[in-house]
């Protein structure tokens, strides 16, 4: 087991999450914190999960980032075939993971399987998948099938790690470790048993019901409230001086209030009762202002670091660039309207 410091100095600089690092995250099973335990996993409520990750971006940007997006493809362990789902997790290095797009076709061969061509992009993890899981419009003689609304067809695919050409490309100026590449599937036959519907579940758990715009939310912001408890830590260490005692305090509460949420939401649905449309919109508007505030927040602090604080060495300017760049996440990027340019 690495402690925080040790996954620090391995991921600080580093251009993919390392071995070491790999094996502690196995070791761990950090990867299964949402796959049931009878598929080998840890089952954890969502509350437990969602502590847990905001502990692994406390840790590192990068770290956190790779093991929310790709244990949150684990999750899918719920949407697909037992039978596939057990075979598939009986391993302890099995790590889906892939993008949210639809970047490519599935030709309907025969009644169960599919002919998979296109490219994904963003896919976190890539050079430590195991599967990945993508979604593709089906069609039938290079037609489009549609459902009866005149909608295309999209469904989603697993697909093994040797079926797909890894393109590292990524550049952005933060999560560097965390590989989050393009990747490309060309003419890959796959059974319809590695495939799934994101709202059609195998598994009968309070998780399951959990709306996935509340689940991608949470998840999502406590990566957030982790990288700015570990801006907080450094910032400290360059200006000592500098009272950080509420931004902190503020990070604290704030977490605490997803977990409450979180706690809310499985009281709901253990009612058997559903998340009504209005109260979903009124957690992702606080999601939306959260990330805002916490933004101009770091951002006021960085400035008052000094030049030491633009060092590309420094560990304030990783995680500077890491949350930056997580936060262009398109989930809450707030609307054009609300845009105010004037100064």
Request: aromatic letters at 12%.
């Amino acid at each position: 087991m690495l402690s925080t410091k040790k996954i620090r100095r391995e991921l600080h600089g580093a251009p993919v999450i390392s071995d070491k690092v790999m094996q502690h995250i196995r070791e761990e099973e950090l990867l299964k914190i949402w796959v049931p335990k009878k598929y080998g996993g840890l089952g954890y409520r969502f509350e437990e999960g969602l502590n847990a990750l905001f502990g692994c971006a406390e840790t590192d940007g990068s770290f956190g980032w790779m093991l929310t997006l790709c244990a949150g493809a684990n999750y899918f362990s719920r949407n697909i075939k037992p039978e596939i789902a057990q075979l598939l997790f009986t391993h302890s290095e099995t790590c889906f993971g892939g993008s949210g797009m639809v970047g490519g076709t599935a030709e309907k061969q025969d009644d169960s399987t599919y002919l998979i061509n296109g490219s994904w992009n963003f896919a976190t993890g890539a050079p430590h998948l195991t599967h990945f899981t993508l979604n593709a419009k089906i069609t039938e003689n290079g037609k489009p099938l549609m459902d009866g609304h005149g909608n295309g067809i999209i469904r989603s695919f697993i697909i093994s790690k040797e079926h797909a050409e890894v393109i590292p490309n990524w550049k952005s100026m933060g999560m560097k470790a965390s590989g989050t590449y393009s990747f490309a599937i060309k003419n890959v036959t796959v059974s319809e048993d590695y495939s799934f519907v994101y709202d059609i579940f195998f598994t009968n758990d309070i998780l399951d019901t959990i709306p996935f715009r509340i689940f991608a939310d949470l998840t999502l912001l406590v990566n957030y409230l982790g990288m700015a408890s570990h801006f907080i830590e450094e910032a400290e260490y360059i200006r000592p001086e500098i009272h950080f005692k509420s931004f902190a305090e503020s990070v604290k509460k704030h977490l605490g209030k997803v977990l409450s949420i979180a706690r809310e939401v499985e009281h709901i649905l253990g009612d058997h009762k559903k998340i009504p449309e209005d109260k979903q919109h009124v957690i992702h508007q606080y999601g939306v202002e959260l990330v805002q505030k916490l933004s101009r927040q770091i951002l006021t602090v960085y400035t008052q670091l000094g030049i030491q604080a633009t060092d590309t060495d420094s560990a304030v300017y990783q995680i500077f660039c890491d949350y930056f760049t997580a936060a262009m996440h398109s989930n809450f990027r707030p609307s054009a309207d609300d845009l105010d340019f004037s100064f």
